[in-house]
């Protein structure tokens, strides 16, 4: 057997987009929306984390009250057994110590209904991810749908709102605008509404401040967001329940919906936790307060690998 017949036999595809659009469904993975029920979640494992300069939150807490790494590891645990109370498959990254802040699951890569986009981290101690969550998804035999190479384009930055909505985040910092606009334009060829929202770089990704809890329900923080993205969500019929900016700031606004009405959010999110459970939501709060001081929350630290309608 030669080299290629060995790659064409492998059940792993490294690249599946259709360039004219059209690209089919995957069966086994993906996911319509970021709301339906979550069964199956990567994870990135917290064991080599270590305090990086990754963005202006994360350089104030070093600043200020550097993270206590032992801690944030024990939340991290506690994060996990959130997801094993819900039943939810958990796979992982396996951990490298030149990767520590591969926990951030969701920045390295996208999963999309088509398979994996493969993004470009801004930063370059980060790049590494990049080459490891493509050994995750070989590992996993999840198809890649497509690699960014225009500019760089991190997960947190790809916010599906409802089925064939994308919201795309650009901050400058971490998401350049051609990146922004390359996987703008894939979705665009599928049929998919995109829409680019230019943010300030200091919220990092959009997936700091407009994040789905529910068919038609959006977490949005008012204060930071820009009206014509709260008028655009309001338009398709979604119900917004704003997150303060204190708490946003504390990444109380990234959060992970597990469909069926069960959240699983940062313990300083009391608002959003009391708007949720007076809506009947079942809400697992976790402390993520020392982890969180690395750069991300819960939303940045999973990336969703399948989702069921329920």
Request: aromatic residues 8%; negative net charge.
């Amino acid at each position: 057997m030669t080299v290629h017949d060995r790659i064409v036999a492998e059940p792993f595809s490294l690249q599946r987009r259709n360039p004219a659009g059209g690209t089919k469904p995957l069966t086994n993975w993906g996911f319509a929306n970021e709301t339906d029920v979550l069964t199956d979640v990567l994870l990135g494992s917290p064991n080599f984390l270590r305090h990086l300069s990754t963005s202006s939150l994360s350089r104030k807490h070093l600043r200020e009250a550097p993270c206590n790494v032992q801690i944030a590891q024990a939340q991290h645990k506690d994060l996990v057994a959130a997801y094993e109370h819900f039943g939810v498959n958990i796979h992982w990254h396996e951990p490298t110590p030149e990767l520590p802040m591969q926990v951030y699951s969701r920045d390295s890569s996208v999963m999309t209904p088509y398979g994996v986009i493969i993004t470009a981290m801004a930063n370059w101690w980060r790049r590494g991810e990049n080459y490891a969550a493509i050994r995750t998804y070989e590992k996993l035999g999840i198809p890649i749908y497509d690699m960014v190479t225009a500019g760089t384009f991190e997960g947190g930055d790809f916010n599906v709102i409802e089925e064939g909505v994308v919201l795309i985040g650009c901050g400058g910092a971490r998401t350049q605008e051609e990146g922004a606009r390359q996987v703008q334009s894939w979705f665009d060829k599928e049929g998919w509404e995109t829409r680019i929202a230019f943010i300030d770089e200091y919220y990092v990704h959009i997936d700091l401040m407009v994040v789905p809890i529910a068919e038609k329900l959006t977490a949005v923080c008012l204060a930071c967001t820009e009206p014509g993205i709260v008028d655009w969500l309001k338009g398709k019929g979604h119900e917004i329940i704003d997150v303060p900016f204190q708490d946003t700031m504390a990444l109380g606004c990234n959060f992970m919906s597990l469909g069926k009405d069960r959240v699983i959010a940062p313990t300083s999110s009391q608002t959003l936790i009391g708007q949720l459970k007076a809506r009947g939501f079942e809400v697992a709060s976790v402390d993520m307060s020392e982890i969180s001081k690395t750069g991300g929350g819960i939303h940045c630290m999973a990336q969703a690998l399948k989702r069921e309608a329920a």
